[in-house]
């Protein structure tokens, strides 16, 4: 990675440090078809055929995922350009995306289509955008399931209506080791809204990542249910700004400790899991976040962030990998890009031998 | 908001329930809803505890009725007929099988999506395709909510506006 200006660094962290993403997913079904878990092969197909042809000028490079290998999959799941549930194997699902792999439609999910525009960053309006003007696009060749009163019809009753789950990705460290994550989701659920960790199940939320997401789709208009998200997606990142400032002031040692010691397990290990490797690069992320790690830049910790996990890893190694040669490799990797950096500055790495 | 059964504690549990077809809404405070066998640590989206729930009424009053007449009474037709789902089906799995289900299912499903979404009424875009009566109905609902909400803030200067604006939608005829 090539060295940044110090302002240039600056703007990254102030654009992405909390908020990494948002996204926008549309769920759309074809009028007087059965909905893919119910639908026989041929209707399936024929969903396929036509959704792909109405998203051939728009979203040209498509791809059918149930021939797909599963490491491609997996690694479609990992750039969250597919669902979960379309890493299991399942007749005519299909992947129409652009170019720039910012807008995409699943076809044959839990729904005939599931539209999706992402946008880097605190931008749930514009992601409404991209996701709106490509309903609009497939629309005018396809004949949606649409009732006045229930509005958008959808295979689960939870996204009836608008269809409309709008997310943003936040990374909110602060908020973990402060114990107040948890008092912001009991109330966040209270407002119709849900947050859930984006790695690993349940509440464990895997490297202090979570995603913000709306809960209601039905008896607001999509504008309203993104301005209240945008609200309290901007009022939590306030809250995280503020508990790292503690953090920061309050318990300086423990914090400066766990960046130190997240930065010397990623140089120094031999074998990393893909769990450890967030959760340290995650530490790093906070680190670097407060000024107290020089020497290595957002960019280059989120690009790890992704790079480490298991698909990843094995697509740049062009082979499949057991669990062991696996965490070999991905030690490796953040040997090469985090064991040889120029010597620590902070006070508690001038220790180092 | 107080609770409005002992007008005292503050209501913090909100309820809404379809009765003859309408939604009637309920705010109560934590010892009122409980004494009325409200589970109110249930967690509102548990879509499968609900639909077990449902499960369970719905065999009560299937033992309570005869054959219900189709598109009428609390039951509908056991099968949808358009796609062939049968309503167990639909309760164990939580998923209906085509956008038909909904009307086969309505007297089953607008429970459902009320206590999931607390609302019946859609208020988001419409597809271009939609007919013009779709669109109005749509425009209408999202005009009454804004009316209503004029009325309680007592801006009846823009409730005065928006009645216009609902009388002047296509096939409207004035009074709701």
Redesign the interface.
Known sequence: MSPRAPDEDAAYREAYGIVLSSRVRLARNLRGLPFPDRAPPEIRAEVRRRVQAAARAALPFQELLADAPSLRRQMLFEDHLISRHLLEDRPEAALCLNEARTQAVMINEEDHLRIQALRPGLALREAWADADALDDALEAQLDYAFSSSLGYLTSCPTNVGTGMRASAMMHLPGLVLQNEMEPIANGLGKIGLTVRGRWGEGTAALGHMFQVSNQLTLGLAEERILADLEEIVKEIAEHERNARERLKRERKIFVEDLAARARGVLAAARLMTAQEALERLSELRLGIALGLVKGIALPQVDRLLLEVQPAHLQTAAGRLMGTEERDAARAARLRAELGRRPPAQTKSEKRTP | MLCQNCHQNEATVHLTQIVDGKAEKYHLCEACAEQKGIDVHAD??D?SGMMEKLKHQLDHLKDEMAEPAVSAGPAGPATCP??G?TRTEILK????????C?ESFAAE?LP??VS???????????????SV??RT??EQA?LRRELDQAVAAENYELAAKLRDQIKALPGEGGSP
């Open positions: 509102p989206m879509l358009s796609c789902m799995k939580g998923r209906l099988g085509c956008d038909r909904y499903m459902v999506v999931l979404q607390h609302a019946d009424q859609h208020l988001g875009k419409v597809p271009r395709r939609a009566r779709m109905s749509v999202r």
